[in-house]
């Protein structure tokens, strides 16, 4: 159930469904079912429940969802978003079935109630709420009930987690057949609370025909392309990432990039080390390699000595100027796998063409696949003058467009990492924990990228295993994570992930 269906997908979804036979009521009663046991695990039969209720299907599930509550004892008090005449379709039928008064919202008491159930509007919402319903939200927020939320919390826009107006943080939401994207990125995140997908019919098959393109990030995604060493292997057989360093001043970046690689199983790590850097490296480094690189043409004399050195990390702490920009395009013209993090993005300020155009021609064929890993900040400094990249409102649809754009795999990092591929395909990230938001923390998780792409892991693969490896190694980690930490916490997650049948 990882896979994340836009509003239109979920529309399309009911709409097979009920073109296949089922009724469009028989969806609806499932629906508000669902949500009335969600309240009744939670809330002792008697209690005070408040139904706020919209002029849609949302409200239809309000409907149900109060006459089943009133049905198991509890003390139900319905409001509705304009007149239960003007109701169609299948919201019509509900509020038909409905025996209780319907009075206006703005007539609803919240503070008088045990908890809320939030009806008003669903994961579809296109425009921001205004009027009796914008008031009635306030009301709930300002007398701190507990709610309860219908497919996702009024104001939540499920496409791109938007709040459009105002919103209501809620304890639990009840969404249906799968999440949405508004359920995983934020700031929606933050207000759905506990989120329950329920069964209300849909067959899984309907699947086929909505070809939904977004998934959770989780290993049903990746497992089978991430594989633990086999029995007659060799280190050679695992592969060789090369990571570049910058001067003395940061070079703890690319040994944090280095580790990580080593730990996640690339069989050999080499950093590659401006001069005044390579004692320091030397010292600090037993199981990773370390060789002299000053300037480009010692960058692409490493590149020619070893074509074994498979996978590239070039970024951390590496600089921001012509110099690394060079280094860019001589690893790309090398045909290797290549994660560019970090100061090579911002190398590339403002000229994704240029880096896009590198991509198209680099060395190596369709095989070889670079990984870009940029946050906010340098997302938007890399694609200043794409305005088609920049503008979508979703997070999701701007890594896509930026991965479309560059032809790259992107990984916009954050609290609500995307992974996006060229062909369209996207993962949301949702393990990951706050601890993570520590200096050298990309670092890691650019040197895991690298250390995946050597074992020739696709592109697309190698970044979603490394970002949710490294959100779950940050959870193991914990209160006080460094990142120093987080390569010697990858170990049990590895074990548990090769544990697993798979």
């Not at 979804?13 to 949500?35: F, H, N, Q």
């Not at 209690?47 to 198991?72: E, I, K, M, T, W």
């Not at 001067?247 to 401006?274: F, Q």
């Not at 670092?443 to 696709?458: E, F, H, I, K, T």
Request: charged residues 20%.
């Amino acid at each position: 159930m990882d896979e994340l269906l836009t509003t239109r997908e979920m529309a399309e979804a009911d709409r097979l469904t009920i073109a296949g036979g089922t009724p469009g009521s028989s969806l609806m009663e499932k629906a508000g079912r669902a949500v009335a046991d969600v309240v009744a695990r939670r809330w002792p039969t008697g209690s005070r429940v408040l139904v706020l209720c919209g002029p849609g299907n949302n409200g239809g599930d309000g409907f149900v969802a109060a006459r089943v509550l009133v049905q198991r004892g509890y003390r139900v008090a319905l409001h509705l978003l304009g007149e239960r005449a003007g109701l169609s379709g299948d919201a019509a039928w509900a509020a038909g079935q409905w025996k209780g008064e319907a009075p206006p919202l703005a007539a609803a008491d919240p503070a008088a109630a045990d908890v809320v159930i939030d009806a008003v509007f669903g994961a579809g919402l296109s425009r921001a709420v205004d009027g009796e319903a914008l008031a009635a939200l306030r009301a709930v927020r300002a007398a701190s009930v507990p709610v309860v939320a219908v497919d996702v919390p009024s104001g939540v826009s499920g496409d791109t987690g938007h709040v459009l107006g105002d919103a209501v943080a809620a304890s639990e939401t009840v969404t249906f057949f799968r999440l949405k994207p508004g359920h995983l990125l934020y700031p929606g995140r933050a207000l759905c609370g506990r989120v329950r997908v329920a069964d209300i019919g849909i067959r899984d098959d309907v699947l086929e025909a909505i070809g939904p393109m977004a998934r959770r990030n989780a290993p049903t995604l990746w497992c089978g392309a991430v594989r633990p060493p086999v029995e007659a292997g060799h280190k050679y057989g695992r592969g060789h990432v090369l990571v570049l360093s910058g001067g003395i001043e940061g070079s703890g970046a690319a040994r944090l990039a280095a580790r990580a690689a080593l730990r996640i199983g690339a069989g050999l790590v080499t950093v590659a080390s401006p001069s005044d850097a390579l004692a320091a490296h030397a010292a600090a480094l037993d199981a990773v390699m370390v060789r002299r690189c000053d300037g480009a043409t010692g960058w692409a004399d490493l590149l020619a000595a070893d074509p074994r050195r498979n996978a590239l990390v070039l970024g951390p702490a590496a600089g921001v100027g012509e110099e690394t920009r060079r280094r860019v395009v001589a690893a790309l013209a090398a045909g290797r796998h290549a994660v560019l993090d970090a100061d090579a993005l911002a190398s590339f300020g403002g000229d994704a063409a240029g880096l896009a155009a590198l991509v198209a021609n680099r060395g190596g064929g369709p095989g070889q696949g670079v990984v870009l890993t940029p946050h906010d900040g340098e997302f938007a400094s890399l694609f200043r003058g794409m305005p088609e990249v920049l503008r979508p409102e979703s997070k999701l649809e701007r890594t896509r467009a930026a991965a479309r754009a560059t032809g790259a795999v992107v990984v916009l990092k954050g609290a609500d990492t995307v992974i996006a591929a060229p062909d369209g395909r996207a993962a949301i990230n949702a393990n990951g924990t706050p601890w993570l938001a520590t200096a050298g923390s990309g670092d890691v998780l650019a040197g895991m990228v690298g250390g995946l792409l050597a074992q020739v892991v696709p592109a697309y693969e190698a970044a979603a295993a490394a970002v949710w490896m490294h959100a779950a190694a940050g959870t193991a980690a914990g209160p006080g994570l460094i990142a120093e930490d987080l390569p010697d916490a990858l170990r049990g997650v590895l074990r548990d992930l090769f544990a697993e049948p798979v």
